[in-house]
């Protein structure tokens, strides 16, 4: 079975959204073993707990470069780390890296 790691990236004032996420993909995982896919799906309240460096927005930055797929939540304000985050997926896809593979990204 394939591992593919997805980042959920947004500003505290989304939590409905990803939570609307985090639920559609709860429905998706069962589709995706099938296929042979084990979704794995990642957002930084549940990095919180695992914090381990000097800055935690460079710990959420390694986190998601470690996985195959960005999805970027923008609302009405532009959060300064979630552009962080967006503009280092958006570089490493740029540049050919090796992850992430994807980037999506949401207004």
């Given at each position: 079975?394939?591992?593919?790691?997805?980042?959920?990236?947004?500003?505290?004032?989304?939590?409905?959204?990803?939570?609307?996420?985090?639920?559609?993909?709860?429905?998706?995982?069962?589709?995706?073993?099938?296929?042979?896919?084990?979704?794995?799906?990642?957002?930084?309240?549940?990095?919180?707990?695992?914090?381990?460096?000097?800055?935690?927005?460079?710990?959420?930055?390694?986190?998601m470069l470690d996985?195959?797929?960005?999805?970027?939540?923008?609302?009405?304000?532009?959060?300064?780390?979630?552009?962080?985050?967006?503009?280092?997926?958006?570089?490493?896809?740029?540049?050919?890296?090796?992850?992430?593979?994807?980037?999506?990204?949401?207004?």
């Open positions: 079975m394939k591992e593919l790691k997805f980042f959920l990236a947004s500003s505290g004032e989304l939590k409905n959204e990803r939570d609307k996420i985090q639920i559609f993909f709860l429905k998706e995982v069962d589709r995706l073993i099938k296929q042979g896919i084990y979704p794995k799906l990642i957002v930084w309240e549940d990095l919180k707990h695992t914090f381990r460096q000097d800055r935690i927005q460079d710990y959420f930055n390694q986190e996985c195959d797929v960005v999805l970027v939540l923008f609302g009405k304000k532009l959060g300064e780390f979630t552009v962080e985050e967006f503009l280092l997926a958006w570089d490493q896809i740029r540049n050919n890296a090796l992850k992430p593979k994807e980037l999506f990204v949401f207004f």
